[in-house]
């Protein structure tokens, strides 16, 4: 069993960055791949980002890439979401995941945080 939980979200104005942070208790942190969601309102909940358990090989969604970032502090359990040059289409709830298989779909992913508002105001 794994706990997240997340902090971080917010309203910010369009181009500008937020970091959001998610900390994990129970399991070991660096036996799960690590992974961002988001849904927007009236959309399906979507991948963001994911980070492997070493080696720190990561993977975005093309609609970030170039602008998000993901990290993860193994030695406190913590994982980091830095979203820069934000966009209005990236308002959304922000979930971090952890999986024990990895994969960009959200069925891959075992454990959930509660969710952390992102809105980015034009």
């Known amino acids: 069993q794994v706990q997240l939980v997340e902090s971080g979200g917010g309203l910010v104005q369009a181009g500008g960055s937020l970091r959001l942070s998610c900390a994990a208790s129970g399991r070991t942190f660096r036996n799960y791949v690590m992974g961002w969601f988001r849904q927007a309102p009236g959309k399906e909940r979507e991948f963001v980002a994911r980070?492997?358990?070493?080696?720190?090989?990561?993977y975005y969604a093309d609609s970030v890439t170039g602008r998000f970032t993901i990290s993860r502090d193994n030695a406190k359990n913590t994982l980091f979401l830095q979203m820069n040059s934000l966009k209005p289409e990236d308002t959304a709830i922000y979930y971090c995941?952890?999986?024990?298989?990895?994969?960009?779909?959200?069925?891959?992913?075992?454990?959930w945080g509660q969710g952390t508002q992102v809105t980015v105001s034009s």
């Open positions: 980070m492997l358990q070493t080696g720190g090989t990561t």
């Open positions: 995941a952890a999986s024990v298989v990895g994969g960009r779909e959200e069925g891959r992913y075992s454990y």
